[in-house]
């Protein structure tokens, strides 16, 4: 596969690998729990929780991936545009710009 030179460039790719609207409610479902996670260990003082975040994020998106997509997640290829493709897509969610 070709190297991507840009965010901007890796983007539809990365909407490519997320066709099934089951996989990308599977990464909303974990993006919400990690800013939930984030909030409840911020507020309670428990900063321990956090280590909660790399476990629930990947495993929502990674059974989303291997149980609906029938592929291999960008993380693996693409770590950094992977992750910043995560929360554009789950802010255009939230906006209605791709459907879930």
């Known amino acids: 596969m070709a190297g ?13 690998e ?10 909303f479902a974990g ?14 003082g428990r900063l321990a929780w956090l280590w909660l975040l790399p476990v629930v994020g990947y495993g929502f998106a990674w059974i989303g991936h291997f149980a609906y997509e029938k592929n291999r997640p960008a993380t693996f290829r693409h770590p950094l545009y992977s992750l910043m ?4 897509m789950y802010w255009q969610m939230l906006r209605g710009k791709v459907r879930f």
């Open 4 to 16: 991507f030179t840009s965010f901007r460039e890796f983007y539809p790719f990365y909407l490519g």
């Open 18 to 27: 997320h066709r099934d609207r089951r996989c990308r409610r599977m990464h």
């Open 31 to 44: 993006s919400t729990l990690v800013l939930l996670i984030v909030l409840l260990a911020l507020l309670s």
């Open 85 to 88: 493709g995560d929360w554009v």
